[in-house]
């Protein structure tokens, strides 16, 4: 049975906005339209919804899911390339969590630069933010 946008929104937890995002983008076929001109999704559309939303909660780039879909879409197709991109994607995650790191002890370094409560005047950290030559 056909829902609605808003339906479909409520049942995958992604918001109208993204859904239309996502229709825009191709990674949702387009719905049919009622009498009224409303969208109509089906139980495809609702897979399909999930299936990207998943994809992006794991932090990949549109692009990223075109792919996949394509694999999802041609099902005899040889799935080697999805191994690559999973493995490349894994290792853009370890350099994201390697700069995340390195910024975590950036802020622990400016974090001590001010101990006590004080006047904003005399802050050690709004004073280290504001000196651009500071950046241990």
């Known amino acids: 049975m056909p829902i609605k ?3 479909l929104a409520k049942r ?3 918001t109208v906005e993204t859904i239309r995002y996502y229709e825009k983008e191709g990674l949702l076929p387009a719905p049919s339209r009622s009498e009224g001109n409303y969208r109509l999704y089906c139980d ?23 792919t ?3 694999y999802w879409d041609d099902p005899d197709k040889d799935c080697g ?7 490349e994607h894994i290792h853009a995650v370890e350099i994201r969590m390697q ?14 630069k001010c101990v ?13 933010l504001a000196d651009n030559s500071c950046h241990t």
Request: net charge neutral; with cysteine; hydrophobic share 45%.
């Open 5 to 7: 946008i808003g339906a």
């Open 12 to 14: 995958t937890g992604a």
């Open 44 to 66: 495809a559309h609702i897979e399909r919804l999930q299936f990207v939303l998943h994809c992006r909660t794991l932090d990949m780039t549109l692009d990223e899911v075109r």
């Open 68 to 70: 996949l879909l394509q």
């Open 81 to 87: 390339n999805v191994n690559t991109l999973l493995d």
């Open 99 to 112: 700069e995340l790191t390195q910024l975590k002890q950036h802020l622990i370094v400016l974090r001590q």
């Open 116 to 128: 006590s409560r004080a006047p904003a005047v005399s802050c050690g950290i709004l004073n280290a």
